[in-house]
């Protein structure tokens, strides 16, 4: 069985550590690299790296099938800038501001967060097509999360 040892920064996880405090978050995460870091009020910290996959060093393959199948990792994500209430339109009972499939334009709003009881537009990054929805409407998210994608 391979094993790899994971080398943490201290000075990183403190850095974070104070940065949760200043910030009042309860949770922060920084990748560099294949490096994940996350660091959470309840005193967790985790490490990740990528799994081993001795056939795709051998061939020079990077990532396995699986990895990019999830949509954080996706080129097209648009993540959630801020904690809060994603809604798909702008008012109950009306249309959404895209759909599976709509194109848009960079800057053109595809949907809102709600946080603190302020409805945030969260613009296109780019121009291009959307592809895939990943939050229902009403849902909660996350600093971060998935929202959808966009190619």
Not at 2 to 9: A, G, N, Q
Not at 31 to 49: E, L, P
Not at 69 to 85: F, L, Q
Not at 105 to 134: C, D, F, H, Y
């Amino acid at each position: 069985m391979f094993s790899r040892k994971i080398e943490l920064d201290p000075a990183l996880i403190e850095e974070l550590s104070r940065l949760l405090e200043a910030n009042n978050l309860t949770e922060i995460e920084v990748q560099h690299g294949n490096q994940r870091v996350r660091v959470s009020r309840g005193g967790t910290v985790m490490a990740a790296a990528p799994a081993f996959n001795p056939a795709a060093v051998a061939a020079g393959a990077v990532p396995a099938p699986e990895a990019s199948r999830d949509p954080a990792r996706h080129p097209g994500v648009v993540n959630s800038p801020m904690v809060g209430t994603a809604y798909l339109s702008p008012e109950p009972g009306a249309k959404p501001f895209v759909e599976e499939g709509t194109q848009v334009s960079a800057g053109q709003t595809v949907l809102i967060v709600e946080a603190m009881k302020t409805m945030n537009a969260i613009p296109a990054p780019r121009a291009g097509k959307v592809t895939k929805i990943l939050i229902e409407d009403g849902q909660p998210v996350e600093f971060g999360e998935p929202l959808l994608i966009l190619e």
